[in-house]
């Protein structure tokens, strides 16, 4: 178990609709990242979040959007889906305080299908 | 920039044989490098990493990697594979202050 926790696990909706996903880092860790994983495009790094301001982006469409709460937990938002969007969508949390490089923590994902 | 590739999408080799997992990687500066392991279903889970210091790092479950500098490359080997090293390995990149890049995995296949 790797303390990052990840919601919904599984997700199916219908193009054009808009679904959130939802992930709580691991106690204490102040970054959050958000990854995108399909079969064709590999494991691609969309967006990251320290201490609730945005950190660094990544290859994230302008349809979806993300957000880093006080609490810590982060919503990843997509919009206007397209059968594309279907994936596993990753949350990683670090301790990293900006100044280093350090490992990432995943939660164990949630697969998004498109239909 | 950094980048990563991994050589070889699939590798598979029998029980008991070696295994070896090629990485290469670019960076302007000293990079840290660290190779994930992913298990059907399930998220991705540190293996080993390389900051600074020695250069032949060890993971856990049996694997270890050196880092050469002079070849740019951090491939992951492992003595005698086990049926349970089936699994999606990622070797990963990151700077201080910039985000991790992956390289694209290599499925390990174990054959009995």
Known sequence: DSGVTQTPKHLITATGQRVTLRCSPRSGDLSVYWYQQSLDQG?????QYYNGEERAKG?????FSAQQFPDLHSELNLSSLELGDSALYFCASSSNQGQTAGELFFGEGSRLTVL | AQSVTQLGSHVSVSEGALVLLRCNYSSS?????FWYVQYPNQGLQLLLKYTTGATLVKGI???EAEFKKSETSFHLTKPSAHMSDAAEYFCAVSV????TIFGAGTRLFVKA
């Open chain 2, 29 to 33: 500066v000293p990079p840290y490098l």
């Open chain 1, 59 to 63: 290859n994230i469409l302008e349809r």
């Open chain 1, 43 to 47: 494991l691609q790094f969309l967006i």
């Open chain 2, 61 to 63: 479950n049996g694997f």
């Open chain 2, 96 to 99: 201080v202050g910039f985000k």
